[in-house]
């Protein structure tokens, strides 16, 4: 099946710093998703990429469908402690199930 | 945001019980979907549905079983649960006239089987 890489799988970092994280693939996708899980509570969306080459902004996060269709990044601008939690990219390809493809998470730590 | 709500949120149960998680949306969303997804892991997903009366499964095999006799209700059942089936279970739907996947989660049932 697909599967995609996700990294880094975690991150330490000050709060106020930038954050920047990606999912690459050896397959291509069609749509790139982006979610935010706290404990205990589902993904709750954050961006929707349906192009390749597509970059859109949510306030202080900015996702990028990648050009190739094989991968996406997410950054995050100035980051504050809620924003603490696991990030999951997903994807969607082709034919099959019309479930996603979840990278294994990105752990944020944010240390004020 | 779509509401889709589940429950238990939390089931705690010994080994050869039947169970039943329930997933209801009042979206209207056609597309409704089982993930199942162990701690601190990538999100697995194991059943999907399409409209009433149609259910499919995902990719990762379950023992689970679900139906969908209602558009906002899509229950999972497990007929003899098992230690092995201790994890996290998220519903989510998407509406059919999206382009791509966007789906939206529930909250979860963290099922503990003894």
């Known amino acids: 099946g697909q599967q995609l890489n996700q990294s880094p799988q975690s991150m330490f970092i000050q709060e106020g710093e930038d954050v920047s994280m990606n999912c690459t693939s050896s397959s291509i996708f069609n749509t790139w998703l982006w979610y935010k899980q706290d404990p205990g509570e589902g993904p709750v969306l954050l961006i929707a990429l349906y192009k390749a080459g597509e970059l859109t902004s949510n306030g202080r996060l900015t996702a990028q469908f990648g050009i190739t269709r094989k991968d996406s990044f997410l950054n995050i601008s100035a980051s504050i402690p809620s924003d603490v939690g696991i990030y999951f990219c997903?994807?969607?390809?082709?034919?099959?199930?019309?479930?996603?493809?979840f990278g294994k998470g990105t752990h944020l730590i944010i240390q004020p | 945001e779509a509401d889709i709500y589940q429950t238990p949120r939390y089931l705690v149960i010994g080994t050869g019980k039947k169970i039943t998680l329930e997933c209801s949306q009042t979206?209207?969303?056609?597309?409704m979907y089982w993930y199942q997804q162990d701690p601190g892991m990538e999100l697995h997903l194991i059943h999907y549905?399409?409209?009433?009366?149609?259910?499919e499964k995902g990719d990762l095999s379950s023992e689970s079983t679900v139906s969908r006799i209602r558009t906002e209700h899509f229950p999972l059942t497990l007929e003899s649960a098992r230690p092995s089936h201790t994890s996290q279970y998220l519903c989510?739907?998407?509406?059919?006239?999206?382009?791509?996947?966007?789906?939206?989660f529930g909250p979860g049932t963290r099922l503990l089987v003894l």
């Open positions: 549905s399409y409209g009433v009366n149609s259910t």
């Open positions: 997903a994807g969607r390809g082709r034919g099959g199930a019309d479930g996603l493809t």
């Open positions: 979206m209207g969303h056609d597309k």
């Open positions: 989510a739907s998407s509406p059919s006239d999206t382009p791509g996947s966007t789906q939206y």
